[in-house]
């Protein structure tokens, strides 16, 4: 987490100089004071919090370090206007707000057309010169789209937005110096 100073209201910065309520100049080296004398001279530390996933919520540094936030909605919401009325497209279908999980599962679908664009060759070649597209990437491209149908699923499935957030891979190291994997989301399979 980062810290910020503050002295008499104002943000001051480590390695820059700042005059102090008695019109004193302190040297850039001031971040190396005591905490007494940071104290005595009015200097205050703010610890900042980490902010959360934006893609998960929405949020707001707060003057004293802190985070203010509030969970995404996880589905789609049909927009109303002031009154309630559904807003409507040049079209006259109704507009939606999409939810994280929409969201999530079309960055899935972009990221599987992505990776399978990269061995778009080999079926190209295949259907213009009847060339047999190698074992290897029918079985990364097959590997791609299950994979992809799982990461959906899993989406799909999820309650509420802690279990979103779990679907994200993370690695814990183990007291053992061992790595675990957990989550689905991004785990993708690499072409062998």
């Not at 996880?74 to 409507?88: A, K, R, S, T």
């Not at 990269?118 to 079926?123: G, H, I, L, P, Y």
């Not at 597209?133 to 309650?159: F, L, Q």
Request: charged share 20%; net charge negative; hydrophobic share 35%.
């Amino acid at each position: 987490m980062a810290s910020i100073y503050k002295c008499n209201g104002k943000t001051i910065r480590p390695g820059q100089q700042f005059v102090d309520a008695d019109g004193t100049t302190h040297p850039g080296s001031w971040f190396t004071y005591s905490v007494e004398q940071k104290t005595a001279l009015g200097i205050t530390e703010i610890v900042q919090e980490s902010p959360p996933d934006s893609r998960l919520y929405n949020w707001s540094q707060n003057a004293d370090g802190t985070i203010s936030s509030t969970a995404k909605e996880l589905g789609d919401i049909d927009v109303v206007d002031e009154d309630g009325d559904p807003v409507l497209d040049d079209d006259g279908d109704q507009v939606v707000q999409l939810g994280v999980k929409s969201n999530l599962i079309a960055e899935v679908k972009s990221q599987q057309g992505s990776l399978l664009a990269q061995t778009d060759w080999a079926v190209t070649r295949k259907a213009e010169k009847a060339t047999a597209i190698p074992a290897n990437i029918v079985t990364y491209r097959d590997a791609i789209r299950s994979k992809a149908t799982a990461m959906e699923s899993a989406i799909a499935g999820t309650a509420n937005t802690a279990a979103v957030a779990a679907l994200f891979v993370t690695y814990t190291t183990n007291e053992d110096g061992s790595v675990t994997k957990s989550g689905i989301l991004y785990d993708w399979p690499e072409l062998g």
